[in-house]
């Protein structure tokens, strides 16, 4: 059974985090393991700026966002001379457990770790929910409501001046966000990887809810498609709609998280520990139809993305 886990963040931050890292020392402690936290993802583990916390650590903490154990991005952690030297400073501190919360590139990294022998859990935290392993990633939620909030206020001024607001939403290259929020914010029109809309039809249609109706038109565009500003500019061309671009960038990570993002997190935290309390590793867990699961890392890595095609058609349906 293992004696002591360390637990960090990796890849871009993501609200609920926190309550992740919250869960998981708890968990520990519950388990009479010694819980260790990581600063700054796999470039702090080689760093060795991992330290052993106790309970006080985890105090008013489920409610911020961003994660307190702060991460990194470190591309040169593929490299296996790197992955070694990380599982020796480990070992130097008799730690027998990981606990990596992020992304796909983070389940990388653990999985390395993994093939070299040491036993790794990953929980998937990013606000992209684009791991094919879990129906729902932490921070996925908060971000979702972030874009309406700030979808919502700008529909106020958009409607006041009559115009079309082209907003461009993260998501790196998964249309998740942009497809949820343009269900729940009703959007004139959603674009996506998954989703593309010829120009033609787009400007069609913004150009007769402009001549007919006079009002006002969201189009959301998932990032890393097309240059929204340039974007803009060619609705208002070709339709005589006003247009503005705005970028939500990075307001999108950030915040309180949800309440179901905390829970979430605290399920996916007290999961792991009790698969390496259970000398089960080289897994990530993960949330199907609600019930939490693991699948080895590997095959994680290399399932097919839901892309919602029944949401896609929603979105079509109600435009
Ligand atoms: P995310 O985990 O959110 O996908 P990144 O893609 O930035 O975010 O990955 C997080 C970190 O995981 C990287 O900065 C790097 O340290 C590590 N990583 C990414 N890809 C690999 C890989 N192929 N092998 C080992 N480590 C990796
Ligand atoms: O993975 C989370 C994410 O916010 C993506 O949506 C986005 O493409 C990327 O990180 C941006 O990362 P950075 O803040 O490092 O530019």
């Known amino acids: ?100 919360i992020g992304g796909d590139g983070t389940y990388r990294g653990l999985l390395g770790l993994s093939k070299l022998g040491f036993p790794v859990i990953g929980i998937p935290g990013t606000i992209d929910n684009d791991i094919a392993s879990t129906d729902k990633t932490i921070g996925f939620d908060t971000a979702l409501n972030t874009i309406c909030e ?42 996506t990887f998954d989703h593309r809309v010829p120009d033609s039809v787009i400007f069609e249609k913004l150009k007769t809810m402009h001549d007919k109706e006079k009002s006002h038109a969201i189009v959301i565009v998932s990032e890393n498609l097309l240059d929204v500003n340039e974007f803009a500019k060619e609705i208002e061309e070709n339709t005589g709609f006003e247009t503005r671009a705005e970028v939500l960038g990075r307001l999108q990570r950030g915040g309180t998280p949800t309440a179901e993002d905390r829970i979430l997190a605290s399920r996916f935290g007290a999961a792991a520990v009790e698969l390496l309390a259970n000398d089960i590793s080289g897994r990530v867990v993960g949330i199907k139809k609600n019930a939490i699961v693991d699948i080895p890392i590997n095959q994680a890595l290399e399932m097919e993305r839901d892309i919602h095609k029944p949401l896609i058609h929603l979105i079509d349906l109600l435009a």
């Open 150 to 191: 700030c979808i919502d206020k700008l529909k106020d001024t958009s409607s006041s001046h009559q115009r079309c607001s082209v907003v461009e939403v993260m998501g790196r290259h998964c249309g998740d966000l942009a497809i949820f929020s343009g269900i729940a914010e009703a959007a004139e029109l959603t674009i």
């Open 1 to 100: 059974m293992v004696k002591k886990i360390a637990v960090l963040t990796s890849g871009g931050d993501a609200p609920g985090m926190n309550a992740c890292v919250r869960a998981v020392i708890r968990a520990c402690l519950a388990h009479k393991i010694e819980p260790y936290v990581i600063y700054d993802g796999y470039k702090g583990l080689l760093e060795k700026r991992i330290v052993k916390v106790d309970k006080k650590f985890t105090q008013d903490i489920i409610n911020r966002g961003g994660t307190v154990i702060l991460t990194a991005r470190l591309p040169e952690f593929k490299n296996v001379e790197l992955q070694k030297r990380a599982i020796e400073i480990l070992k130097e501190m008799g730690i027998d457990g990981l606990i990596g």
